[in-house]
């Protein structure tokens, strides 16, 4: 459970944070996240859990395509033909998390949680998960225009569910 989030997760997202962390600990394998729209929420939850936060190495807030491109290495030509928002960015973020952390799991997220540009869908949503010796796995989800917040643990649902997936079929 949670510490410091509970009061203010979902039942079912508390639940899946904890498989993640307890698929890891039983793989030996530690976690790594990239996320853009969801601004660190997916590390926050798999840091809060007492006695199992170990099993997190580390995560990237990477908002910007500078961001992206500097702490990542996603090519900068993959920001300006397909923009942030896009399955080769999000393979590219979790790929790169994966390569300059050393974690064994890598997750990505890179959407439009709320109200973006006049040709940018709210909620559109890419999600990556790169394993080490396992091909990167990609979804890409269409919550709606159902507001940042509720959009940020629908994203939480589909992270969480992608790195215990990635966690236990490497």
Avoid: Q, W
């Avoid at 997190?56 to 942030?84: M, N, Q, S, W």
């Avoid at 928002?85 to 994966?98: D, K, T």
């Avoid at 949680?113 to 990556?128: I, K, M, Q, S, T």
Wanted: with cysteine.
């Amino acid at each position: 459970m949670t510490e410091t989030l509970s009061p203010a997760l979902p039942n079912d997202v508390e639940a899946l944070v904890e498989a993640v962390l307890t698929a890891a600990d039983r793989h030996g394998v530690s976690l790594a996240t990239a996320e853009s729209c969801t601004g660190g929420l997916v590390a926050s939850v798999l840091t809060d859990v007492e006695g199992r936060s170990h099993a997190f190495e580390r995560g990237y807030v990477v908002y910007t395509d500078d961001a992206k491109a500097d702490e990542l290495a996603v090519p900068p030509r993959l920001l300006e033909e397909h923009g942030a928002v896009s399955e080769p960015v999000a393979r590219a973020m979790a790929e790169g998390a994966l390569r300059t952390s050393g974690a064994g799991v890598a997750l990505a997220v890179t959407g439009f949680a709320g109200p973006a540009g006049p040709d940018d869908e709210p909620g559109r949503v890419h999600f990556a998960a790169a394993a080490a010796g396992a091909p990167t796995v990609h979804e890409e989800h269409h919550f709606g225009d159902i507001g940042r917040g509720p959009c940020r643990i629908e994203c939480l649902r589909v992270a969480l569910r992608m790195m215990h997936s990635a966690v236990t079929n490497r």
